[in-house]
Each structure stands twice: as C-alpha cells, then as structure tokens.
C-alpha cells in the first residue's frame, strides 16, 4: 500500500513506528505531507524507515503522488486545509480529528468534496470502543447518549479548563464543562474527538451530552458512556493509556488508525 500522512505531531510520528513493527500491515510507501517550513525535520525523522518515503509541502503534490489511502492526524485545521483536495481527487481519507465535523459548514464541503471525488470520509473508533452497536442502534428510534471524559489534570494543559481550574494543585475530582457534544469539540478540539465521534454516530452533536472532568487520581484516560434506545441499553467504561508523546491523546486512538489501514489491505474486514 501508498499511504498519505497529513502532519507529523505525535499520532503520525507513534503511526509510522508502528507501521515498521514486525506484523504490521504492508505498507511499502508513505506520502507524508506537512507545513511548509517542517520538511527537512520530518525528512530526517524518517531517514531510516524501511517504507519509502517522501515529504510535501502542498495538498496538490500528496494528491499527486497517487496515494491508497490518506490518513489525517493534523488537528481540526489540516482537516480543513488539506482534506477536501484529497477527497475531490478521489482519495478515501481517514479522519483522525473527527471533532472538526462539529463545524458545519466544514462537515458540509468534506461531504460534497467527497461525493464529487467518488470518496468516503472514513471516521476511525479512536479510543473509544462500541461505535458500531451506537451506529447500529441509532437506527432503532431515538437514543439518548452520555459521555463521561476524565482525564489528569496535564491532559488538560493549554485548554480553558487551564482558566477555570488549578490543574497543578487540583486534589480531587472536578468537573468543569458540561454540553453538547458540539459545544466540547469546539472548545476543546485536542481533547474531544471521541465525543464528536460518538454523537456522529449516535444521536448528533447538539443531542449527546458529554461531562469533562480533570482527576489527579486518573490511572491514564477514561472514556465512558451510557446509551438508551427502543432496541437496547448500554454502559462502556475505558482506561486507556496516553500516548508516550502527549497526554492528551489515548494510544488506543493510534491503534484504531492502525486498523483501519489493516482493513483495507487484508483479505478480511472486522
């Protein structure tokens, strides 16, 4: 397989060791593209891999180098600024950054970028586990869906949660966003894409409820949820590990990405 990698932040950087893993899926070549001025370091970075590599600086050149399949992993901006070229040309991409969809006029031009490029925007679990059964019952009538994020009080750094909270003297339990899920990916848009992926799935964005809560005594990230629908009922609790390069981001979401490359190669999809 031709991958394209749009960005290089940690989810890329964690992807790519991964993919030179013994037993990872084939990927023989890899198209990364990143912001102008980031080429050399990622060039350097990647000096040793043993899929072929090569770094751009424009959308234009990832499309032309023909990938199999994009993958996105540059935050809600390089969804923006990147992803609708990749779809117009045909190219399936995999949005890590799934809290961006919350936008609406955004979420407006990937679906008609898709439908004129004959491509899907594909949305990866992330860290989070259940969404084909939130997909699946979400057509049995209306669903009501809760989601619970606690995370340690570093996870939160650099978000507003630093305005309303001592995160660094922080002893106990504090809960300090409760919205729709639209709400929290907007404002939180590092920390929030599994609640944007499972409102996408479920009920919406204005219609998933989702509590934010920064704990001392979080053992990594925890993700949970409680789902009600004519057809059944449902309760997921996750601890998740964070990423070894940035807290804010569960490795369980590196893994997801991973298999849905593993899905489009292999002869067997699960």
Request: charged fraction near 20%; hydrophobic fraction near 50%; proline fraction near 7%.
């Amino acid at each position: 397989m031709h991958l394209g990698l749009i960005g290089y932040g940690n989810i890329a950087a964690t992807l790519m060791g991964f993919l030179a893993a013994p037993g990872a899926p084939a990927v023989t070549r890899v198209t990364l593209l990143v912001r102008p001025g980031r080429a050399e370091a990622a060039r350097a970075a990647l000096a040793d891999h043993p899929a072929e590599t090569s770094v751009v600086e424009e959308a234009a050149a990832l499309v032309a180098a023909g990938p199999d399949l994009v993958v996105e992993a540059a935050g809600h901006s390089g969804v923006r600024d990147f992803v609708p070229a990749c779809l117009e040309a045909g190219r399936d991409v995999v949005v890590v950054s799934v809290g961006a969809l919350a936008d609406d006029e955004l979420h407006a031009r990937l679906d008609a970028a898709a439908r004129a490029g004959g491509a899907r925007v594909i949305l990866p679990a992330g860290a989070v586990g259940g969404i084909d059964l939130v997909s699946a019952l979400s057509a049995s009538g209306e669903v009501a869906l809760t989601y619970r994020g606690t995370k340690p009080p570093a996870a939160w750094a650099g978000t507003p949660a630093d305005e309303m909270l001592d995160l660094a003297g922080l002893c106990e339990p504090a809960t300090f966003f409760t919205g729709s899920a639209r709400e929290a990916a907007a404002r939180f848009p590092k920390n929030a894409n599994v609640a944007a992926t499972l409102a996408l799935a479920g009920p919406g964005l204005d219609a998933t409820r989702v509590e934010l809560v920064a704990d001392p005594a979080a053992p990594g990230n925890l993700h949970g949820y409680e789902l009600s629908s004519p057809a059944a009922r449902l309760r997921v609790e996750i601890e998740n590990l964070p990423s070894a390069g940035n807290a804010k981001t569960s490795v369980a979401t590196i893994y997801s990405v991973l298999r849905e490359i593993r899905n489009r190669i292999g002869p067997m999809v699960i």
